[in-house]
């Protein structure tokens, strides 16, 4: 599988929130983080593929996926994400 590479409007929209929006996304209700989380990851980001990975896998503002889970553990690996080289193994 080939390394993802981050790029697009959409990670440039998520470079683009200052500190104070991002705590605002991540310490929103469950279901509206886990929206968030899964938007960075799709647009790349390895820790938000980590982190997404983690909420399908207990079921944190998401019914509990554990494939699909592992899908996303799998491209944070891709990325050299060490947590995430750790949770496939």
């Known amino acids: 599988m080939a390394k993802a590479n981050p790029s697009g409007a959409a990670l440039d929209a998520l470079n683009a929130l200052s500190a104070d929006a991002l705590a605002a996304r991540l310490s929103a209700d469950p ?43 799998w491209r944070a690996a891709q990325q050299h994400h060490p947590m995430a080289i750790n949770m496939l193994g």
Not at 39 to 51: I, S
Request: hydrophobic share 60%.
């Open 31 to 73: 279901a509206t983080r886990t929206a968030f989380v899964a938007e960075a990851a799709q647009a790349g980001v390895a820790e938000a593929q980590l982190l997404y990975g983690q909420l399908l896998l207990d079921g944190n503002g998401v019914r509990a996926d554990a494939a699909a889970a592992f899908g996303w553990f």
